[in-house]
């Protein structure tokens, strides 16, 4: 099935070292101007948010959050189900929680949520959850620790990558999944002039020595890690000691080195070399050059951490190297350190804090060690180690650690911040605590988030939107959480909304035909009315002096397509009347149709019914492909049996361009079979609901008891005026909102013993334009 593509999105997080009382200014600067800088970009969002690919769970929503919050910089990769464009240039995100509602109350008060539905375009229906908050931001997440032969041997978010994350891995999309030889991981020439190595020929490299390791390698060829020590003269960096190993882990080479300058700086910390350390050595570089010559082999493969810098300062010229810093590789050039690298893939501790600085010898080893070891194993189970996560989990720990420390005895958090690390995953919240971010929190509801985030509770929706216009736009990502209280979601309440919901949308479904004549073909009837789209049941109603036929449909759309196209027509020798069903609750019908068709999630697309059987998703898009501006073709499919209805949608780029699609189609044969069209009314996210509901036949709330039904008769009133209300809160903080502002309304959706209903999700990204960026 072609793939729906559209939505806008994107973040600029304050700089590492802006202070907090720069980032306001700058943000207050921002909103006085309009909210966005004369140079700043719009950010904006692509997802496949159409028929099938509605549903997300949560933990592709925490996939949004986490990248929409920490982006590319922070080790945070793309969604899998959409993609965000200028995430740096994002001004923020607030996700609006609507607390304890679902999917459900959307629909019954879909009249009242006038400004929610025009804000946003974008819809998707949300799993629901028995934690919804916990969920949101990470915790309570399945992952299981990993136990690696080599490495660390439990972490708090170590989880073997599912294999379509492995394709997203920088070191896959480097070097694939199979296992290669040594030579595969040796830099080209131009990876070396790119990563500052000395070039043969090069005019920074004028006096340097070749290695003369000019023979062919091979996958056979001899490993040597090697490291360098420096020290700061007035010439520069400078080698003062020298440490080269072979394959077995051998020292060959473990010299200090005297400096033919004068040492300005001796960097004893990293270096440990001092003073007196140099005083009675008599080597010097060009020393170490000529034993170096003497013991590597004419195919000798030099393999360190960060090479170009000690073959700089060795003044040296080796064409066969491996670079363990570009080896583990990672998004955007950046590198893991030798230190990191040794603990997570070794298992070793290097450059220990008791040493006087580091050990060439121990890190020439342990670079050597790595680059067999990614040979050895391959990229894929290197990938494998998820090494980003494992670094995100360092700094977490090291956070907890200063946080333990400031937190007095016994304290909730400081149990948390404690607790061994592979409990639980890293809070999402911590990780932004992690990035200098702070987080905001605002709801009626505790919000469990370890303590790292300021919390505030509030007793009222309109103390919580006040709080939100103060506070969100000196915050970078916030939640806030409204609520319609505890009175409105008791289990028989959300029953009897539920049997509302269903009995409204079952009657929307149905149309009454006739009158037909006593002997009429009931067969010729059903095909008729079939081309208006899938038909659920049809029956023959004889209380009336003439027989009407009952015609339930599976699509809004086919019902709304039949009273317009048949009412008036003559079927089966009669000429008859189409309606709907008279019911208090069909009323409103009309406004209801009228106000499906100009939702916004229903731009520019169509509903195509009299679709044959016969006819395969493949043949349908070779008959449209000659529509103008067809983006995406959706093919709903019954639930059960698997096999697609007589009926599909078209999704356009243009709204015009669906219009122009309509007037072709109405009337277009495809293999015999005459189309009908109309504007959609129930696209996306909706089918899959409709479909649910449609077949439930009353088993949810379906008992129960009448006085409970009058309860909520007599209750609606109020709780319409509160959705009412809450939908105005969200239209005011919206609009406070700075332009490229991510922002995402979550009815989460509820998870109980008394039931499941599906959440929602509307999301979009602040433009110009007020509303959400498409």
Same mark, same amino acid.
């Given at each position: ?379 894929? %189970? *290197? ?5 980003? /996560? $494992? ?6 720990? !090291?956070? #907890? ?98 049997? %509302? *919901? ?5 009657? /929307? $479904? ?6 037909? !004549?006593? #002997? ?255």
């Amino acid at each position: 099935m072609a793939k729906a593509v559209c939505v806008n999105g994107h973040k600029r997080p304050a700089g590492a070292g802006e202070e907090a009382g720069g980032r306001q200014a700058a943000r207050k600067r921002r909103k006085a101007d309009g909210g966005r800088g004369p140079e700043e970009k719009s950010s904006h969002l692509s997802a496949a948010l159409f028929g099938e690919d509605c549903e997300i769970s949560h933990d592709q929503l925490y996939e949004l959050l986490k990248y929409a919050a920490l982006g590319k910089c922070h080790n945070a990769t793309q969604p899998s189900w959409c993609r965000i464009y200028h995430q740096r240039h994002l001004a923020g995100v607030v996700v609006i929680v609507l607390h304890e509602m679902s999917q459900l109350h959307f629909y019954k008060f879909y009249l009242q949520f006038k400004h929610l539905r025009k804000l946003f375009r974008h819809r998707f229906t949300l799993t629901p959850s028995a934690n919804f908050l916990a969920s949101l931001y990470g915790e309570g997440a399945n992952l299981k620790p990993q136990n690696t032969a080599q490495g660390l041997t439990s972490t708090s978010s170590q989880c073997i990558p599912k294999s379509s994350d492995l394709q997203c891995d920088p070191i896959i999309r480097k070097y694939g999944e199979k296992k290669r030889g040594l030579t595969s991981y040796t830099l080209t020439l131009e990876e070396q002039k790119k990563n500052d190595y000395p070039i043969k020929g090069s005019p920074g490299c004028k006096g340097y020595i070749d290695t003369e390791c000019d023979q062919q390698r091979t996958d056979s060829s001899p490993l040597f890690g090697l490291d360098c020590e420096m020290c700061l003269t007035a010439k520069g960096n400078e080698v003062t000691r020298v440490s080269l190993v072979d394959a077995q882990g051998q020292c060959l080479l473990n010299e200090l080195v005297k400096p033919e300058s004068t040492v300005v700086n001796y960097r004893t910390r990293f270096s440990g070399i001092t003073k007196k350390m140099l005083l009675p050595v008599k080597t010097r570089l060009s020393d170490i050059q000529t034993r170096l010559k003497k013991i590597l082999p004419h195919d000798a493969v030099l393999v360190g951490h960060s090479l170009n810098a000690d073959l700089q300062a060795l003044e040296m010229i080796h064409p066969s190297v491996i670079d363990t810093s570009l080896l583990f590789a990672r998004n955007e050039g950046r590198r893991f350190k030798l230190k990191f690298l040794a603990k997570a893939v070794l298992g070793k501790e290097i450059q220990c804090e008791q040493k006087l600085g580091h050990d060439p010898a121990e890190d020439a080893r342990a670079a050597l060690e790595l680059a067999q070891f990614f040979i050895e194993q391959g990229p894929a %189970k *290197v990938a494998e180690l998820n090494l980003e /996560m $494992l670094l995100t989990t360092e700094k977490l720990a !090291e956070v #907890s650690q200063k946080k333990a420390v400031l937190q007095p005895q016994g304290c909730r958090v400081q149990k948390q911040l404690n607790e061994p690390p592979h409990l639980s995953k890293p809070c999402f919240l911590d990780c932004l605590q992690v990035t200098g971010q702070k987080p905001l929190l605002l709801g009626r509801q505790e919000m469990d988030s370890s303590g790292l985030c300021q919390s505030n509770l509030s007793t009222s929706n309109k103390q919580i939107l006040q709080r939100a216009l103060e506070d969100v736009p000196l915050s970078t990502f916030s939640i806030i959480q409204f609520s319609l209280g505890p009175e409105y979601i008791a289990s028989h309440l959300l029953a009897g909304l539920y049997e %509302k *919901v269903r009995s409204k949308l079952t009657d /929307m $479904l149905t149309i009454y035909a006739g009158p037909f !004549e006593e #002997s009429f073909c009931l067969k010729s009837v059903k095909k008729e009315f079939g081309k208006c789209g899938p038909i659920q049941s049809l029956t023959v109603v004889t209380e009336t002096y003439q027989p009407y036929v009952c015609i339930q449909y599976e699509v809004l759309e086919a019902a709304q397509l039949a009273v317009e196209s048949l009412n008036g027509a003559e079927v089966a020798g009669s000429c008859i009347k189409v309606q709907r069903p008279i019911t208090a609750g069909m009323l409103d019908c009309d406004v209801w149709i009228k106000e499906l068709e100009l939702d916004v999630e229903n731009e520019g697309v169509i509903y195509v019914a009299g679709l044959k059987e016969s006819l395969t998703e493949m043949d349908l898009q070779e008959e449209f492909s000659q529509l103008k501006d067809l983006e995406t073709l959706f093919l709903p499919k019954d639930l059960q049996s698997g096999k697609h209805r007589n009926c599909c949608f078209l999704k356009f780029q243009k709204s015009q361009s669906a219009l122009d699609a309509l007037e072709v189609i109405n009337g277009w044969s495809v293999k015999g079979s005459k189309l009908r069209s109309r504007n959609a009314l129930a696209s996306g996210h909706l089918w899959r609901w409709i479909w649910q509901v449609n077949h439930s036949n009353g088993k949810q709330g379906g008992n129960i008891l009448y006085e409970k039904m009058e309860q909520l008769s007599d209750s609606e009133q109020d709780l319409r005026k509160k959705v009412k209300k809450l939908d105005h809160h969200i239209k005011k903080l919206y609009r406070s909102l700075q332009n490229n502002t991510l922002c995402i309304v979550l009815f989460p959706g509820v998870n109980s013993m008394h039931g499941s209903q599906s959440g929602l999700g509307l999301m979009g990204i602040k433009d110009d334009g007020g509303r959400s960026a498409c």
